[in-house]
Each structure stands twice: as C-alpha cells, then as structure tokens.
C-alpha cells in the first residue's frame, strides 16, 4: 500500500480540469442535488420537503432537487518538436514500462456504469414514460459486489457496468435498494469481469481537516476522474434521494454529475465513504457530500443479516427542542437536559410507552441535550437522530423520560417508519383500480410531484402532509381521473387530474368497491 499512499500524499499528482454544464433549471438557488449524470425526457419534479418524525421541531430543512452538469479532463496525448536538428517525441506509451502497478490496481476497482430507465407514469398508471439513459460510478467490495448510488439505478430495465481501461460493458444485476440511504448493491455473473481485480478496504469516519480524493467518471471525459480536498464538516444530513436524515460527511472536493457511486480514499488509500449529493447555491461553492462508511457498513450488515434491505429504525415520535426555561418549569424538568415529544405515531411501537408531553432524556444510557443532540466522539455533538439510526430494525432501545416530574426508564422496538403517504412506490409500478371510468390509485408523493400541488387541492395536501396512519397498512386512495364514458356521465367534473375523492382503507377489492360506490354515489 506504499504506492497508494504515495498516490494520495504526492503534492504533484495532475488533477484533471472540470467543467460544469447545466441540465436541468429551477427557480430555487440552493438545493441538494444527487450527483447523477442523466439526461431524462421528462425529469422529475423537485421533492418536497416533509415534516418528518424523529426531527428536532426548529432544525433547518433544505430543499431537495436534481443536479445537471458535469466535470472532467482531457490532456494533450502527444506533441512532437526539433530542437537543433534533433526530434523529441512526447507521445505518451501506451505500455506501461515499469513493473509497480499497484496504483493501478487501486484505481482498477472503480467502474463506470450505464443504466437505461423507465420511469412509471404516475397519472396514467397502467404505462410508462418513455427511457433515458445515465452514467454513474461504482466500486468492488468485495465477494463479487458492486456498491453505487441507489439513485443511479433507480426504475432501472438494465444496468451494464465497465472497468478502467477495457472496452468491455458487462451486465450487472441489483441485489439491493437501500433508498433512503442511497445505495445499491450490484453482482456481476461473467467471471471475466473480476479477473485481477482487488476490492477496496472500508476505513473508519474521518476527522475534520483530513485530507479525501473522491474517484469517479463524471461528465466531460471517458476516463477515470480525481479530485482532491478535506474533510469539512460531519453531521446528520438531509439525503436528496431518499427524504432522510442520516450522517454525512461534508467535503470541498469536486463532485459532478457522474461522481455518484465512486468511493471517496483517505491518505492511507481506504475507502471512507461514498459521493452522492452536492449543495448548489449562488452563496456557496464546493459542498460535496459523502455517505460515510458508518451507514455503509450497517447498509451491507443489513442486507446479509436479513438476505434483502429492511430500512434504518426510527422512533415514530416528532420532538421538540426543551431550550425555554418556563417550558422546562412547567413540565418538571429539573435540569437543562431532555427534549420534548409532541407526537407520537400510532402504528409505531413507542405508542405503547411514550405519550404526548413525555421529555426524552437519554437513549440506551447516553444523555440528550435540550437541543436535540447527544455527544459524539470526544468533543462533538450531534443530532439525536444519529443514534436511531445506529439501531437495525426490531432492535430495543432503553429510554429514560420525565413524565409530570417522574423519571422512569421504558423500553421500545425499532422499526422503519411506514409512511401514509410513501415516498417510493414498491415494485416500481403504481398499482390501480378502474371501474366504470373512475381511475383509483394511492396517493405517493412521485404522484404529487408529477401533477403539480396546485392540481390536487389543499385538503388533500394537508393530509399528505401531516396525517399519520392509524392502522397498519393503511392508504390514501384518490380517484385521479375519469374516462370517458357513458356509465359516469356528469361526473366529469372529477377528472382533468382533480382530486376530489378521498379514502382510506385495506378492506378487500369488493369492499372497497362497494365503498367507493356509496361515496360517489
């Protein structure tokens, strides 16, 4: 590993230029954007930013969007002068003439991949848009894996996958969707692809200041991409992609459309994360954000423990900040520690031992601070979520509460929190129901991005926003259109993408139908 070192220490190693183009425009300046190269028909619609549970109430929010543009370097191949008579020849060999190839090999474990999308059409359920192509990174860990960005392959009909310097795509198949963390995991059946590869080596989470190269092929070239910078920041992070708040590792070096997937190297050559987001604003410059290898690791470790990818756990309980001495004072708390629940989930297990009114003040043994966060490391602090997310799913958290002035210690299961409204569709296609002209769907929140909130009414909003499932498994279920027909005239006034129906049920198709029907009629 001498060489690799030697790769990331050497003050002289030739970065190659970047350049930025624009593929996708919006009204808001600052914005998360996942690091894709892709260029869609029809691009989608900016997430919208949810209230969501296990959030500190007061804790800023950013927007979320998709990133355009992309970065790269060409060097002059060859050049050829006469000095005195005498021709010197630049042309770059095309054979390596030395026998240490172990920076090479080191490089050798990022490939490029290309993946075709079908991205399904939320107001017309039964078809699909028409497909667009992207091209991302990816990385060898290891017994045949590939680990990448989940939104590189996401509505994904086919993924193919290229090594540094062969001219070969192999076909790749996605074992693993973790959407909320971003990441994907991929195999590659064809034994010719690992053939003299070695996997990189997962490091620990790094320190402010020190120094990461981010590996990757971002728009602008063929060729593998370097770019260098430090660690400028580590805290619980907004994920783009996935609507979710989970560690983060905040870096300067350049990230692109393209560098999603590709692994991020600390000064010892260890893989210490992976890129995926950047933060774009006319007030900000070089925000690039990397998943750290802490929600790698517990990505894979769920994923072999379970034989798919179950989700991180969560509370199921909304909070509040307890930094008000007279709010403290009338809820009993002696000291300036805790923070307050302000609602709790019903179909969460906490339900059982939390209430509303209840003040958290420490998780499996470790303190809370009135500002929602708890100590990390030696000398930080950060966000309470941090410790949720540490949990896998059905693990038992001990809490200790102050409810009216009493302490106690209560204990709950985790689990990943289901939405009402989910944010990813499973299986990848919206499933409906048509009878007489009236089309059913569920409610998700690709379909209000797709029809525009100014469509959908604010009743509808509200409850997509800040209603919670009562029961398990429970749905909103929308009527999004009428077609035309004879058996539904005058109810045309429901279709032209209104929404003006609205039920929540699990009840069997008959007796949803039946349902419907006295409700419409």
């Known amino acids: 590993m001498a060489g690799v070192a030697a790769l990331f220490a050497s003050p002289a190693l030739p970065f190659p230029s970047t350049s930025t183009s624009s593929s996708s425009s919006s009204s808001c300046s600052c914005r998360f954007r996942p690091a894709v190269a892709c260029a869609p028909r029809h691009p989608p619609a900016p997430r919208r930013v949810i209230r969501r549970f296990d959030e500190v109430e007061g804790a800023s929010k950013k927007r979320r969007g998709v990133i355009g543009g992309g970065g790269g370097g060409d060097s002059l191949a060859s050049s050829t002068r006469k000095d005195k008579g005498l021709a010197v020849d630049f042309k770059e060999s095309q054979v390596a003439d030395f026998e240490d190839l172990e920076e090479d090999k080191f490089l050798n474990a990022v490939v490029k991949v290309y993946c075709t999308h079908i991205r399904p059409d939320y107001g017309l359920p039964w078809q699909k848009q028409r497909q667009h192509s992207s091209t991302g990174s990816a990385f060898m860990i290891g017994d045949g894996k590939l680990l990448t960005n989940a939104h590189c392959v996401e509505h994904d009909t086919q993924v193919k996958v290229k090594r540094r310097g062969d001219d070969k795509k192999y076909v790749a198949k996605v074992l693993a969707r973790g959407t909320e963390c971003d990441l994907a995991l991929l195999s590659v059946e064809n034994e010719e692809f690992w053939r003299g590869t070695e996997p990189l080596q997962l490091g620990r989470l790094p320190c402010l200041q020190d120094s990461v190269t981010v590996v990757g092929y971002p728009l602008g070239g063929d060729t593998i991409s370097v770019t260098k910078g430090v660690v400028s920041r580590i805290e619980v992070t907004p994920y783009a992609h996935g609507t ?41 410059e070089n925000i690039g954000y990397v998943i750290p290898t802490t929600v790698v690791s517990h990505f894979l470790n769920d994923y ?16 509040q900040k307890l930094e008000n001495p007279a709010l403290r004072e009338s809820l009993k708390v002696p000291s300036s520690e805790g923070i307050l629940v302000r609602r709790v989930e019903p179909t ?4 059982s031992v939390l209430r509303k009114g209840d003040v958290i003040t420490s998780f499996d043994g470790i303190s809370v601070g009135c500002e929602g966060t708890v100590p990390f490391r030696s000398t930080e602090r950060i966000a ?7 949990k896998y799913a059905g693990d038992v958290a001990q809490l200790g509460i102050i409810r009216e002035g009493n302490f106690m210690k209560v204990q709950t299961i985790l689990h990943p929190r289901k939405h009402l409204v989910p944010f990813n569709v499973e299986g ?10 009236l089309v059913f769907t569920p409610l998700t929140e690709p379909f209000i991005e797709e029809e525009c909130e100014d469509t959908l009414g604010l009743k509808l909003l509200a409850k997509a926003r ?14 999004s259109q009428v077609l035309a027909s004879e058996v539904n005239i005058g ?10 129906l609205l039920v929540s049920s699990t009840l069997p198709v008959l007796d949803m139908l039946l349902h419907l029907a006295n409700v419409i009629l």
């Open 244 to 284: 979710s708040d989970l560690l983060g590792v905040q870096i300067d070096a350049a990230i692109n459309a393209g560098n999603s997937g590709g692994p991020a190297f600390n000064e010892q050559g260890e893989c210490i994360g992976v890129a995926f987001q950047v933060f774009r604003s006319d007030e900000a």
């Open 304 to 319: 072999h423990k379970n034989g798919k990818y179950t989700g991180f756990p969560c509370l199921g309980v909304l909070l």
């Open 348 to 351: 969460a297990p906490a339900s």
């Open 384 to 390: 309470f979520r941090y410790l949720t997310s540490q």
């Open 428 to 437: 990848g296609q919206p499933s409906y129901l048509i009878v007489a002209g």
């Open 466 to 479: 800040y209603s919670l499932s009562t029961f398990e498994g429970e749905q909103i279920v929308i009527v």
């Open 491 to 500: 109810y045309e006034h429901m279709g032209n993408q209104q929404v003006n």
